[in-house]
């Protein structure tokens, strides 16, 4: 079982990619850009670059300032194509083997390969594969495409990429980076967002649009569901996967893994979660005093919320960045601590207040019932918490870590019951549909962690869980 | 010369205090405090903890959770009392002897000491103590008050402290920490905060009164200007240096420096913070579309500038938390994107609106020249920069680090050059007049750097800069 | 190319190998073993260790002493049986991926592997096994090995085991750790050494017997060539790969890898060792005053030469211990710096004397050459250099690095050349014959890199350097 | 109590210096003056640069290689005259505020000192200072030096420094750095030693010569027991203190101390120590097979033992460099596997063999004693240890740490308790009266550690004990 780390009561974002072709000293951009992603994943960080011949590759533990401080390792990474990769964090132990770019040599020699994503079918595959004779060295679905790839028949790169991926359930963008070509790939029902820029002669891929502006690249497009990218020496082309019988691109990209200022699956992030807040007024007004968001992420939902409302938006919480991570072992008595070591209720905003509190989401619940006791204790009158998104009852198998059923609090508990598990006067949910009628494609998003509906077969028995306990045989 | 290394264009930051007696785990209480206080400090921390016999003292650089990553470490540090401190970033070479508390031993046994604020007087005293024979192992003026209680009349060690005293001029909070005893003093033009809180039968002193919330200590009353406590076996005892002229207590702790969740001579900075904002709308009016505030601290003084204007509120930048400190060399054109990589600009939010954009300060205005251009390339029609305090005009000499007067753009352009500098279509600073009218003593406070009017002697020649030139002769 | 990094003219250790299984803590006594075994490995090293259902691993770049530096890890390494490795030097970037134990997933689950030797039919393998879709990694011979092991017949390990072992030609000593069983194996020809202790009930296996001396186990026996030891809850079993055409054994492991407390093929090192200085001394006698040895690894053989020639034994040259292994770069002029910071010349030792200097073997002569002059400079009358093993004219493809063919100066140099090289006034190697009259088993030894008789075929075109860049592809 | 933390029953070095003055990048040559005197001191090592006008420095936490590993560090010591400090270790925690050189400010300007010795009138000074209203920050005896030169009366620095020297009674060795000169001086009876060298037209100045040779600079003389040299712009001048009642150089640096291929006091070690093990062979002979020593130090003597008695010299005990300072916790039953992992018997030359073990010294012969049980575990037959110094019985006060009275076993028992301790079946030690037959100059050495016979007045009470405990107030 997974904990959710960050006294932050949210899902845990799941990992950024970053891709460049054509540009001199692609790994320094890869570095900038994998800085404006760093918010999907914490964990670890790496890249791969290529200089035409020989593919070189450098990834550790941590932040990107961590594992590219040394300026020298840059430069130990030459060539005019580069991938990057940000993994989300987890609390056990660190694993370098599981960092990404993996690289790996085969038949048609040096392959380096960044995933976002996650595959439905990597137990059935790799143990399929394993009976076969294969070994595997990471506990990483990513590793099984690899494999796949090395299996296909011998051919141009592309075509065997597009053989290993159809065999494949699931959801991922790809980034593949051979010593003379950089490959990006999006699975066929386009579950988690990948975009395309240009800079100058360059070719950038990045898994938001913020990481094109921080490199300076002009935004062309999103890549399409099912798009595979092919960037050499011949320019850029682009060929399709077999289609799926729909999209299912992640609604918690809007909700709350993406950048505000990032364009994802070619809208804005924070004008929908604007509109998710607004909505979020409507279905659930509060006859309040003040709104304010849990930071940084809320406070667009609740800037909607108040503009909706006409409630007057508040900065009712700080939030302080010198928290360190591995701070205070977790011990129930100390989490409280932990939630008041990272947000500071500002009783000047809050005391005497009828206040409305607005939260992107809810997974277990535990820190934001920490915080509303903080908000009561700086003098609150009232605490009226509204969620910008639905009850999550379900898991995700598609790349967000919600934890498991069990862990979501919603899953087994009536809205009430997480109303006063939470300790808050009143308790709104946005509803699927409220939410739903807010997006620009309502249709073609995948709302499975609210409504069970997984637009694929979801892995047996529902247990993720075992899969993971099983594949820690080699820790 | 020192160089605003953040990025931020706002003066340093001092340093942070922090002290219990009578407790439990002394340590551990003033490494929650020191978190609580690490805006006002990230260069080094350090506590020192007194088990009533021996003082233990442990102090490194770097932010709190960094020096006091290995939990080993507080647990060297046994006692019912300890002090702490945070001291400010600076740019140049990792000085940890300047760390604080400093530690020393004396006719009276071992003493250890934290110091906030600036002393004006410290160059003469230490010329004429080096005359007399004394050496000095740190450049810190925070040395010169050691030497001065070492050579005070024997006796009990308040007396000598306020020997020591009564022979610097400028700005001071102390904590002194001796076996038996903990003693608080703060100058008496009250030029820094210090506040006193009560936990359980413990005593809890900090700079702001944050720190008092995450130790669940009780605010009990800010300690007087002149006032000092002594704590010990014996209880608290509370007496007074003698009493200055006049106030001088800095408005810039409103202004920039405090956190707003702190009460800082007896007000809440985020309701002063506020009113300044609002205030600022009266003065300097502009037909824009939204507000925003440059983040984190800008928000509040930004929230009351709406109030006043009716203008929307907006989060239109999103500061990132995650840009190393070290990480890109300060070549000019390097400075861009270190600003870029830490502000992100919501193109959602700022396109085609006429923006107010609110800061808290301005000290050279090249962070807020880069900040005006990244808004206006996300497509702002209009940039209206408003500056919730007047033009920093003078060096401040008693803790607050804002360059030198050479470096302080409005000591040397008028409001339409800072303007032009910036490249705002209009610039608004709040004027002291405002100011004054918004703070609850007004006739206390030091304005000092938008005056002039330093409430005590300065420095010789004005030149701070020397007296730094002079003591690098050690490095 | 890679160049002997260590200032030392000698060839690179290989590999050391530990394992137990059935004791208390095994991971515990592996680290101990792997100190003893240090000499064999300086670059990484890794512990495996089982509880009898998961294995759990932990390895890293650097000494024994820096690996497990925190005591957590050991303790995070829980289980009966544990195996360890230490890994040779290299100049390169460090290649954590190439560290041992290797431990992988495979259709009988987690699986542990360290080897010591090296493949003669690698390069052949592995790119055969990429032809058949396999993917590798790292750049190291022995994960060929687990990819054969999972690709044999499902069956008991053993058998797949050595079903795997049958495809490959070459050095190696295996280890292999599964959840319930250790399997320790030797190659036919028995290149390298293994041998078998019992520590109470548990059973200790190890490169050399100094490693069970450390953990206070007792030697039992070699562990023969083309041995399988099987060792699990059934106690040990021991079965036999099939016989070679004749042995193997690697001679330079009494020249000068093993420690001389180390029982090697049955034989005590030093008595080897001993033996080959006084069949120098009787080869090639010198009018000198005194004899001395290379520190500190050389000072047996020049025992030997004292006893035998009747010439005194002194302590000419002092080794420094504390020399940093990254201290100087490697430029022509620091070189000489480099070996005057390792060696220290005691003056009065060698002032006016005429001396003999036995050193264990010459690789490159560079280092020999720079020791000769720095004992002249200390007044050395004479010098006479004696060599404990005759010249190394082939390159080894068994595990010993000795660079390649074209580095080895007496490949293509005559003695005399060589003498002139290294500026002695005479210069004797220890003949072949006279070496392998010597030792125990003169007709099971290999003594390719003297002869060139290689005991298997060699890899394609003598080229193990194009091996090298080839895999290069991927760093 | 401090406790000999190597596993080898030795007394402690004290402390390596090293001065160079004239030459371009004087630092540099400091660095390797400090590798070579790394035996000197292993806790702390630095080095002070003055470029004529500013002085930097740079210390640190343990050895020359770590304190000096990034090539930067030196790179900021810029200027041609520098000093350098090395300081042995000890088991408590790290004390980086006691680490040299000392860097002050003072009435002159700034100035650094290294100090190699320890003085016996410190406490009492100390004291005296404190009264007069000093403050200390360190508890090295060096820094009441300091003190002492500030309160000189103002004249030429050589002036002040012999003004404050004459307030001092002990041993010391003192090199002080201004901006444009170097004062080298030694105490008028001449404990420690330094010598002078020339380096084409640069001075250098070093505690032992060894570190002249590795800078390549040429041996000139011993600086005198109360010479002053002053380096400068105006080339060296000498002078000197008052004369004392008698020399009194330390006979321990030709035991144990100094390097074999040093000169010291003018005679080269290692023929002092080789003489030691002649005469000490005449004195006890021992009906044996072989003679080993303790490496690497005692093998010198054993040399000589070997001579003098015809005995056949061995390398019996292998010594291991790579065990980690801070391996194991020194519980009693881990303290023999400490001494396994750094001192490997050699079974094929121990075995039934009747050994001589020589041994430079012993303080608490606890390691000796786990020694011998090796020896006699390997199978020696007779195990007759030999010592190459008198029994210690006396604590020194001259800056060689043998732990306090009670802790030297010769201090409380006899030769034949000793012999029982160690489980040996002789024992003899080198007498008084044979070691100083040895030696040059009889008359002018300290032997108190052996006799008692203190050159000096002795701290009061004997206790050196008490003094340091009261000035662990601060730690």
Redesign the interface.
Known sequence: MRIHSQGHDLPRHNCGLFGVCGAERAADLAH?GL??L??RG?ESAGIAASDGR????HKGMG????VF?DKAVLK?LPGRCAIGHNRYSTTG?SR?LNAQP??????C????AAHNGNLVNAAALRRAM??D?????TTSDSEIV??LV???PAGPLPDMIAHALSKVAGAYCFLFLA?DELIAVRDSMGFRPLCLGSLGGATVVASES?AL??VGAEYVRGIEPGEMLVLGAGGMTSRRLPAAPRLAMCIFEYIYIA???SRIFGT?A??VR?AFGRRLAEEHPAGADIVIGV??SA??AA?GYS?ASGT????GL???????R??IDPHQSERD?KV??KF??????LKGRRVVVVEDSIVRGTTLRQLVRLIRRAGAAEVHVRVGSPPIRFPCFYGVDMSTRKELIASSHTVDEVREFIGANSLGYLPVEGMLRTVPAPADMCTACFTGDYPTAVPEDFQKERFDAQ?????
Chains 1, 2, 3, 4 share one sequence.
Do not use: W
């Open positions: 900038l800085y404006a760093q918010h914490q020989r593919i070189s590759c932040l990107v300032s961590t401080a130990s132990s370098l993996l690289c790996v040599e085969f038949k020699g040096p392959l380096a394993e009976q004779g294969s070994i595997f060295q690899l494999h090395a299996r296909a010593p913020c502006d921080i950048r505000p200022d804005m924070d004008k604007r930071p940084d406070n667009t800037l503009e007057r938006f508040e900065i700080i939030r302080s960045h010198y928290v360190g591995t701070f601590l008041h070591l500071n209720p500002v009783t000047g905003v594949h820690a045989g080699v820790r």
